[in-house]
């Protein structure tokens, strides 16, 4: 199985542990940069290789431009090896900004890209997801692994291969010029290597979980803050502060014990190195003492012996870099290899929409939540309704009548039976056909963080201003929406807090109306309002409500009453159904609930 995006393909192996091939999930993501990737490691290589010169021109300077026995000589021959050394140093800083730019804008570009990819995949996903996975954690997942990834990608990876390069160069030029000495090195790399290993799984594990931690404290401060005045009524801000506190001590701790073990690897790394860099000068001081090495010669290996362990300690930086970053991958490719149960088959079937209104038939539906396996929200449910029709869906809470509406949107699929629509069965759809043909107004309208004018053309960004306004005077929302300080262009706030409940429900109403749905789904859309509110966002349902069909769940028996037939579910069963004044007359469930309303 594989998730694809622009052309990639990312294995769902792609999550395997451990560090390096962690980080092989980012291969589909690289992939479609090869001649930059290709650019940028040519440049590196001759960074490196500039680099890797200037021992050499060291070693002439030493050895040539001292050694002339005539002053001016000396003069002349210094002036030429300094110019030499200077044209080596600005190759150097010209490949080194070169290669600096390359892969910084490879890590910005990369980074953007797994953002994109996990941020559209997650959309994608059904409600059953979300049962699992708190909405913090998929933003700390977006914001938090993703700047590791760029780190690695944009700087460590870079620095990485380069002193990989570098490291190599210098080993092989050691072991040209100085073969013993180089055995000797050799050995000691393999000491600071071995354990430099073993430091490296503890700091990964510890990496993980510690951004775990911080997931955890991301997840609390979404939920709290979405329910901020519940919070504050409820007199629980110092108990969520509290709670925050726990979750980010319990990161802090995680991050101390992860820092912990990455300073112990630095240490390690640095005390070897300069162990390495001492034997190497010592074994040199020896060897011109003992007149079998030139003072240039020395100069040049020591200085390859500083590029040597100055690259092994670089490497040790890199690896725990690495290690944070194939952590971070292993979660950001986990989300990426979550599978919606629900998607668009292979060859949808194309049907046009039906101007009148949609049919609608359940045959034998029985559904299961995935987080109730036990317990059936829906059982052998067979409901006709025809184009046009009004059906109101009302019954105690928990007998199924929002998981009707969330069938037909085809947010879960049935158990058993099947759906259709304008006899098409609903998976034989595309998702896009499906649920533009669908229009919901919720219980709890939503509103987004933008202005009046974009939040009713959510559901047809096409539509013209006049459209949007048509649409509004006919959800009797235009006199309030012209009220407001910039009419049409007035920011309403995150989630609608610059206005009161009717006047959200009627923006959700017009934005409904705006898309023009042959169904028309309205989800206790009257329940939460005052009086004065529910007669205008009645009046606006009922101009909605024309010419398609509608599917109306409410509490307030009152508001259905002028249904076209009343369906009633008791435990995920249909136990009665017709008219208001039928179902009276057969002194049911539907008879027992109107009269405790009517009562009331």
């Given at each position: 199985m594989a998730w694809v995006h622009w052309g990639m393909s990312v294995p769902a192996s792609s999550s395997a542990k451990g560090a390096p091939r962690s980080l092989s999930g980012l291969l589909p993501f690289l992939r479609p940069y090869r001649g930059r990737i290709l650019l940028a490691g040519v440049f590196l290589v001759l960074a490196a290789v500039a680099t890797l010169i200037f021992p050499a021109a060291l070693r002439g300077l030493i050895d040539g431009g001292l050694s002339a026995p005539d002053k001016g000589e000396q003069l002349m021959a210094l002036r030429e090896h300094f110019l030499e050394l200077f044209g080596v140093a600005v190759a150097l800083g010209l490949f080194s900004a070169a290669r600096f730019y390359m892969v910084s804008w490879?890590?910005?570009?990369?980074?953007?890209?797994?953002?994109?990819?996990?941020?559209?995949?997650?959309?994608?996903?059904?409600?059953?997801?979300?049962?699992?996975?708190?909405?913090?954690?998929?933003?700390?997942?977006?914001?938090?692994?993703t700047t590791l990834v760029q780190t690695v990608v944009g700087s460590s990876l870079s620095m990485g291969l380069r002193n990989a390069v570098?490291?190599?160069?210098?080993?092989?030029?050691?072991v040209v010029t100085n073969p013993y000495l180089m055995l000797q090195v050799i050995l000691i790399i393999v000491l600071v290597v071995l354990?430099?290993?073993?430091?490296?799984?503890?700091?990964?594990?510890?990496?993980?979980?510690?951004?775990?931690?911080?997931?955890?404290?991301?997840?609390?401060?979404?939920?709290?803050?979405?329910?901020i005045p519940v919070v504050q009524s409820y007199t629980a801000v110092s108990r969520e502060t509290e709670r925050f506190d726990?979750?980010?001590?319990?990161?802090?701790?995680?991050?101390?014990?992860?820092?912990?073990?990455?300073?112990?690897?630095?240490?390690?790394?640095?005390?070897?190195?300069?162990?390495?860099?001492?034997?190497?000068?010592?074994?040199?001081?020896?060897?011109?003492?003992?007149g079998t090495m030139s003072a240039g010669h020395l100069g040049q290996?020591?200085?390859?012996?500083?590029?040597?362990?100055?690259?092994?300690?670089?490497?040790?930086?890199?690896?725990?870099?690495?290690?944070?970053?194939?952590?971070?991958?292993?979660?950001?490719?986990?989300?990426?290899?979550?599978?919606?149960?629900?998607?668009?088959?292979?060859?949808?079937?194309?049907?046009?929409?039906?101007?009148?209104g949609s049919a609608i038939a359940m045959e034998g539906v029985t559904f299961h939540y995935p987080s109730r396996p036990a317990t059936a929200a829906l059982?052998?449910?067979?409901?006709?309704?025809?184009?046009?029709?009004?059906?109101?869906?009302?019954?105690?809470?928990?007998?199924?009548?929002?998981?009707?509406?969330?069938?037909?949107?085809?947010?879960?699929?049935?158990?058993?039976?099947?759906?259709?629509?304008?006899?098409?069965?609903?998976?034989?759809?595309?998702?896009?056909?499906?649920?533009?043909?669908?229009?919901?107004?919720?219980?709890?309208?939503?509103?987004?963080?933008?202005?009046?004018?974009?939040?009713?053309?959510?559901?047809r960004p096409e539509a013209s201003d006049a459209e949007v306004i048509a649409a509004a005077g006919a959800a009797f929302a235009?006199?309030?929406?012209?009220?407001?300080?910039?009419?049409?262009?007035?920011?309403?706030?995150?989630?609608?807090?610059?206005?009161?409940?009717?006047?959200?429900?009627?923006?959700?109403?017009?934005?409904?109306?705006?898309?023009?749905?042959p169904l028309l789904l309205l989800d206790e859309a009257t329940s939460a309002l005052d009086a004065e509110s529910e007669r205008m966002v009645q009046a606006a349902l009922e101009s909605a409500m024309r010419d398609r069909t509608t599917l109306v769940i409410a509490h307030?028996?009152?508001?259905?009453?002028?249904?076209?037939?009343?369906?009633?579910?008791?435990?995920?069963?249909?136990?009665?159904?017709?008219?208001?004044?039928?179902?009276?007359?057969a002194n049911g469930v539907y008879a027992r609930l109107a009269a405790l309303q009517f009562m009331d």
């Open positions: 490879l890590g910005e570009r990369v980074t953007a890209d797994l953002r994109n990819a996990v941020y559209a995949h997650v959309l994608e996903q059904s409600p059953e997801f979300f049962e699992t996975t708190q909405t913090g954690e998929v933003l700390s997942r977006l914001t938090t692994d570098m490291g190599i160069g210098a080993l092989v030029m050691l354990p430099t290993m073993w430091f490296g799984r503890r700091v990964r594990r510890l990496s993980r979980a510690s951004q775990d931690r911080v997931a955890d404290s991301s997840a609390i401060a979404a939920e709290v803050l979405n329910a726990a979750s980010t001590s319990d990161a802090f701790r995680t991050a101390v014990r992860r820092t912990r073990a990455r300073a112990a690897l630095v240490a390690f790394i640095i005390i070897a190195n300069a162990a390495l860099l001492l034997w190497g000068l010592y074994q040199g001081t020896q060897a011109v003492i003992a290996t020591v200085v390859y012996v500083i590029i040597l362990a100055g690259a092994v300690a670089v490497l040790g930086e890199v690896y725990g870099d690495l290690l944070r970053a194939a952590g971070a991958t292993e979660r950001l490719m986990e989300l990426l290899d979550a599978r919606s149960p629900v998607s668009s088959p292979e060859q949808p079937v194309t049907a046009p929409a039906p101007s009148g059982k052998e449910i067979n409901l006709a309704v025809a184009p046009g029709e009004t059906v109101a869906l009302v019954g105690p809470s928990g007998a199924g009548k929002s998981t009707v509406f969330q069938l037909l949107l085809r947010f879960y699929d049935p158990a058993q039976g099947r759906i259709l629509l304008d006899g098409v069965p609903t998976n034989a759809l595309s998702l896009q056909d499906l649920r533009q043909r669908i229009g919901i107004v919720p219980q709890d309208a939503v509103i987004f963080s933008s202005s009046a004018m974009d939040n009713i053309r959510y559901g235009h006199d309030f929406i012209m009220a407001l300080p910039e009419a049409y262009d007035t920011f309403l706030g995150e989630r609608g807090v610059r206005l009161s409940g009717g006047q959200r429900q009627r923006i959700a109403i017009a934005r409904a109306m705006l898309k023009n749905p307030r028996l009152a508001t259905v009453q002028q249904a076209d037939r009343i369906v009633v579910l008791d435990h995920g069963r249909i136990v009665e159904q017709g008219t208001h004044d039928s179902l009276v007359a």
